[in-house]
């Protein structure tokens, strides 16, 4: 086969489901008449993600077995002097995992759909809104330039406002998606002059370009500072990352956005929106590898989003609120592989996680459906025997989460530990602890919610919100539990696979082999981490027998029994526990005051000063000065000068002599 792809194969990968989006976004709602009904819009969209996989599949096999790559530009927009706006593709081992992840999981995520959203007037829409989030994270990840790259960006933030919003007659989705919308405004304030940055001093926004000319980069000072202009450059990237993929502070918009259908809270949470920001870092690795300071503090954001996330996980009720902290917290795991320059690590533990989490998101939804839209883990219990096939695969789900061995989980998360022991760095030592601590915290979590779900009494009858409405009609909570149709389950088996054995199958050559070997850069001589694990490893099974003397796999263990004793065991002792730490409860669940202190004190002085800005400088300097105050003044002007311009001759006769008068007064006085 020919080392290189073709380029209209490669087109038709992000436009398959753009297509299926504009048929059912189009013909199936009002706004073109409601042409084509459900059937046929799931069915467009459908068939456009599976195109989308089978090629990004294809593109796969050639990409790692036949060694093909791809890197041109396909459409040039503009030229600004020496500065080219171009839409093209590179595509390499990094992007074409990243694009079977991203179809597979979408297409999963649509089959799902047609069970979860079965009941809801917006079926079409939804369907039209989930293929345009593929198109958009599609382009972003198979882009050759930064251009390229911010428009895939910013396309998926907009999609997920849409998603996030989706039951637009409710307030808190309304509120959920403006904060999503406004939170990831910052990241991206940061993202964008990080790209500026490059384009003003490189030249360039092609990523090749731009990474040969690293070396020069990280040879100046940014103007007016002792910074290098380097770190300047990545850590505003990474600002770029931190919102995207919710890392501590800007982490505050990914829990509320479980106000959207559950089918979303797998697509946006799992695979696609919040991993772009390490996708990102991870394709700028010849960028970060230059700055130490930025690697540190990519360390620092990371272990603390991945610690104290995983805390926020502990206390709550709601099960799509349980699995979205703990995507910020494997996020932060992420993030710290990242900043160890284990950048292939991270990307690696980024596959597997999208697998699991798409997996726990969307058991997560079935037990929704089968409890009757009731998503409180308080009245819930007993629903293994119900639910079966739900049960199993959000056991090999949670299994994997927690790091299992032999589970994918397992390989990726040890394997970020790995890393950031040997790291040499100086916040090194901060990371190893939080992700250590992460392991127990994490299967404690996970476990709660397992136990509680599946196992014990049944609670469903004591829910004090058992009669309800909700945007699938009206539920009765007494009705046991019922096991979800076929549309809902296959998803579940066909993602329980991958969960566990993905990992076992593809550690070797992502981590150790040349899978990315021209995707990603690392400086060995400064950085020696995966050396040093490269060194250790001897096999997936010999990694998986090795892992049941390691620190890890106690913690877990013990995490898990934990959390049997406390919520199969002695369940009144939770309660117990809670009003001896009260103080530490209500920390968490004011989630930090963290929501308190960006609406009264940032919201509110950001507020304060726009309004300083409106009436100090807008309405008195500009209008009421210089605006106003101009014309008054040439109003005053022109009055006094129209009281002397008279037209009577003897008024001006009279002027002149006293001018004269006064010029001789001033002569006589100016000679004594």
């Known amino acids: 086969m020919s080392q290189t792809l073709s380029a209209s194969t490669l087109l038709a990968v992000p436009l398959a489901p753009l297509v299926g989006s504009i048929l059912a976004g189009v013909w199936g709602t009002s706004f073109g008449g409601n042409r084509i009904g459900r059937r046929l819009s799931h069915t467009f969209t459908i068939l456009g993600v599976l195109v989308a996989f089978v090629l990004s599949a294809m593109t796969l096999k050639s990409v790692a077995v036949d060694g093909a790559r791809f890197n041109e530009t396909l459409y040039t927009w503009m030229v600004v002097g020496g500065l080219k706006m171009e839409i093209g593709f590179l595509v390499d081992g990094l992007t074409a995992m990243m694009m079977c992840v991203v179809t597979f999981v979408s297409l999963m995520v649509h089959i799902y759909t047609i069970g979860y959203m079965e009941e809801d007037?917006?079926?079409?829409?939804?369907?039209?809104?989930?293929?345009?989030f593929t198109f958009s994270m599609l382009m972003l990840v198979m882009s050759n330039n930064m251009?390229?790259?911010?428009?895939?960006?910013?396309?998926?933030?907009?999609?997920?406002?849409?998603?996030?919003?989706?039951?637009?007659?409710?307030?808190?989705?309304?509120?959920?998606?403006?904060?999503?919308?406004?939170?990831?405004?910052?990241?991206?304030?940061?993202?964008?002059?990080?790209?500026?940055?490059?384009?003003?001093?490189?030249?360039?926004?092609?990523?090749?370009?731009?990474f040969a000319k690293a070396g020069e980069l990280g040879k100046l000072v940014f103007p007016g500072t002792s910074w290098m202009l380097i770190t300047v450059i990545c850590i505003c990237l990474f600002i770029g990352a931190m919102g995207k993929s919710a890392q501590f502070p800007l982490h505050v918009w990914l829990p509320d956005s479980m106000e959207g259908p559950t089918p979303i809270s797998a697509l946006i949470h799992a695979a696609t929106m919040v991993t772009a920001g390490i996708f990102m870092v991870a394709r700028m690795s010849p960028l970060f590898e230059l700055s130490d300071a930025a690697l540190n503090f990519i360390l620092v954001i990371g272990a603390i989003t991945a610690l104290f996330m995983g805390f926020l996980g502990i206390i709550q009720n709601d099960i799509k609120r349980v699995v979205a902290y703990s995507t910020l917290s494997q996020l932060g795991y992420m993030t710290v592989a990242l900043g160890a320059s284990a950048y292939s690590v991270a990307v690696f533990h980024l596959m597997t996680h999208a697998f699991f989490k798409a997996l726990l998101f969307l058991g997560a939804g079935s037990v929704i459906m089968g409890m009757h839209h009731n998503q409180d883990i308080r009245w819930m219990g007993g629903v293994r025997k119900y639910m079966p096939i739900t049960w199993i695969t959000s056991l090999l789900g949670s299994l994997a989460l927690i790091g299992t061995p032999l589970f994918a989980g397992f390989y990726s998360k040890d394997s970020i530990i790995e890393a950031v022991h040997a790291s040499h760095l100086p916040a090194a030592g901060f990371a190893n602890f939080a992700v250590?601590?992460?392991?127990?915290?994490?299967?404690?979590?996970?476990?709660?919610?397992?136990?509680?779900?599946?196992?014990?009494?049944?609670?469903?009858?004591?829910?004090?919100?058992?009669?309800?409405?909700?945007?699938?009609?009206?539920?009765?909570?007494?009705?046991?539990?019922?096991?979800?149709?076929?549309?809902?389950?296959?998803?579940?088996?066909?993602?329980?696979?991958?969960?566990?054995?993905?990992?076992?199958?593809?550690?070797?050559?992502?981590?150790?082999?040349?899978?990315?070997?021209?995707?990603?850069?690392?400086?060995?001589?400064?950085?020696?981490?995966?050396?040093?694990?490269?060194?250790g490893f001897h096999g997936p099974v010999q990694m998986a027998l090795h892992a049941f003397t390691t620190a890890p796999f106690w913690l877990a263990l013990a995490g898990v029994g934990a959390a049997y004793y406390l919520y199969m065991v002695n369940t009144a002792l939770p309660a117990a526990i809670q009003s001896r730490v009260q103080p530490i409860y209500t920390l968490l669940e004011n989630k930090y005051y963290l929501d308190w202190i960006n609406e009264n004190i940032i919201a509110r002085g950001a507020r304060a000063i726009g309004t300083g800005l409106w009436k100090g400088g807008d309405a008195a300097v500009i209008d009421g000065f210089l605006v106003n105050g101009s014309w008054k003044i040439v109003g005053w002007v022109s009055g006094a000068v129209r009281w002397l311009q008279t037209g009577y001759l003897y008024h001006y006769a009279f002027a002149m002599i006293l001018g004269v008068f006064v010029l001789m007064t001033y002569f006589v006085w100016l000679n004594k």
């Open 436 to 535: 250590l601590a992460g392991v127990f915290v994490t299967a404690f979590y996970s476990f709660r919610m397992y136990f509680l779900v599946f196992h014990g009494k049944e609670r469903y009858d004591q829910n004090p919100d058992a009669h309800h409405d909700d945007h699938h009609g009206h539920h009765d909570s007494h009705h046991a539990p019922h096991e979800s149709p076929w549309v809902v389950t296959v998803p579940l088996v066909l993602l329980a696979i991958p969960s566990v054995v993905i990992g076992f199958m593809t550690i070797q050559p992502m981590l150790f082999g040349e899978f990315f070997k021209d995707s990603i850069w690392v400086d060995a001589a400064k950085h020696p981490v995966m050396v040093e694990l490269a060194e």
């Open 147 to 210: 251009l390229q790259l911010f428009f895939g960006w910013e396309a998926v933030g907009l999609v997920s406002y849409l998603l996030i919003g989706f039951w637009f007659n409710k307030p808190s989705a309304i509120f959920a998606n403006m904060k999503a919308f406004l939170v990831n405004r910052v990241g991206d304030f940061g993202f964008i002059l990080g790209i500026g940055l490059i384009a003003a001093y490189a030249g360039t926004l092609n990523y090749t370009e731009a």
């Open 121 to 132: 007037d917006g079926y079409n829409r939804f369907f039209s809104y989930i293929s345009l």
